[in-house]
């Protein structure tokens, strides 16, 4: 995504921000103390990425645990992008999203991952291994991580179809998006991705303005007005993006948006103030507002969520002890203290066994089994999240990553899509 202002708002750089990594030389056992070797001081790792999982308590945490410096710098999606195409030797590790996978696999500037030194690879949600969260479960449409997780070979930069040893990135974090709506001013109940149209909302409705998670927003809202039948909307013919953007072209022309957000920031000020009382937002940008004492709700939809992710990719000239650095921050990433801070967040973790043995009971119930709260749920911050007795918005964590309807995506026809995107915004 081009993506979230991290956490709660603040995009970051995190400059020498903090010592990261290092052997895990415990049992192996899910949820027993994890001991890190320090002897790497010296080595120092440049992480590049969008923002969202750069967060200074994970860089104090790490310091605390392990041995050498990682180095993190927040940019936004296109810069990413670039970075990792055009400037493969300013960073070691790249903190990227999985839509970005198609832009900057090909490039040769990253290696693929073996997956034999991933201590808990066989742990990791299996949507971003085999693409199912449960084994009857259907790959939703649009960039799904499973189809951009292996490459069919150690130099390879052609992704395979089926599990190789091959992994391209790491997943850290993801969630299902989907509206978010003040109940206090909406006046009525909100079930579909189609009531944003209703006349109603007129002039007080919003979209997210980054063309691969905006195209997925509209195309959800036009299945389900019923505007068009996508064959795939993650990957939509040029006919389909014409018929799409001239649909969003004639709403903007007639009102209904209020505005097109990039940001955090933008997205909880736009709702906190009453100015928009329905528009796409991300799940700590609710908190956000209710935070601020405002009634908002994180909508589930009948058509279900659109799904994102993000995840940790290893430089292509790392080497020797840098690589080996590279791959004990892997295993320590997923080894529970960072998925249960992620997870305090809203945010889902790659490996959900370590991270609950690193939540109380009831955040676990609350956060990941759609369970009411016993007592107030806090922020890794120590603010007041939400108040005992609520339960959250679309349930448990199978609840609604199970109802995931399409991923953000990179097209075929990604140039087109965003030449007709940029013409939509400048209508």
């Known amino acids: 995504m081009a993506r979230k202002t991290n956490g709660m708002g603040r995009r970051k750089i995190l400059k020498g921000a903090g010592a990261l990594a290092g052997a895990a030389v415990g ?36 310091k605390a645990d392990l041995g050498f410096t990682l180095q993190m710098t927040a940019l936004d999606s296109d810069a990413v992008v670039q970075r990792v195409v055009t400037q493969p030797n300013s960073f070691d590790i790249g903190d990227i999203e999985y839509w970005m996978v198609k832009k900057v696999f090909p490039a040769k500037t990253l290696q693929a991952m073996d997956t034999k030194k991933i201590k808990l690879f066989d742990k990791i949600v299996p949507i971003f291994t085999t693409g199912k969260l449960k084994p009857d479960s259907t790959i939703a449409q649009g960039t799904a991580p499973s189809t951009v997780g292996f490459v069919d070979g150690k130099d390879s930069v052609a992704f395979a179809k089926a599990p190789t040893q091959w992994f391209t990135l790491i997943p850290t974090i993801y969630n299902a998006d989907t509206l978010g709506i003040r109940p206090d001013l909406v006046g009525r109940p909100i079930t579909q991705w189609k009531d944003i149209l209703d006349p109603k909302f007129k002039g007080k409705t919003s979209i997210l303005n980054v063309p691969s998670i905006g195209i997925m927003d ?3 809202i036009c299945e389900s007005a019923g505007i068009t039948k996508y064959v795939d909307k993650g990957n939509m013919t040029k006919a389909e993006i014409d018929k799409t953007i001239d649909f969003l072209i004639k709403t903007k022309k007639e009102g209904q948006f209020r505005a097109f957000w990039k940001t955090f920031d933008e997205s909880v000020n736009l709702m906190a103030s009453g100015e928009v009382v329905i528009q796409s937002m991300w799940s700590p940008a609710v908190a956000a507002v209710r935070a601020k004492g405002v009634p908002c709700v994180y909508q589930p939809l009948k058509e279900g969520y659109r799904a994102w992710g993000g995840g940790l990719a290893l430089a292509k000239h790392l080497t ?26 809203g945010y889902y973790s790659a490996v959900l066994e370590t991270a609950k043995a690193n939540m109380t009971a009831d955040e676990w119930g609350f956060w990941m089994e759609g369970k009411p709260a016993q007592k107030d749920i806090m922020s ?22 199970g109802a995931v309807s399409c991923w953000n995506a990179v097209m075929d026809e990604d140039r087109y899509m965003v030449q007709k995107w940029n013409q939509f915004i400048a209508a």
């Open 27 to 62: 049992s192996g056992v899910i949820g027993a103390p994890m001991i890190w070797a320090q002897n790497n001081k010296n080595i120092v790792l440049r992480q590049c990425g969008t923002g969202v999982s750069a967060f200074n308590e994970i860089a104090e945490k790490a």
């Open 380 to 401: 890794p911050q120590g603010k007041v999240m939400e108040k005992a007795g609520t339960v959250r918005d679309g349930g448990s964590f199978y609840d609604r990553m």
């Open 218 to 220: 509209a195309a959800m």
């Open 320 to 345: 020797g002890s840098q690589l080996d650095a590279a791959y004990d921050y892997l295993n320590w990433y997923m080894s529970g203290w960072v998925g249960a801070f992620l997870n305090r967040q």
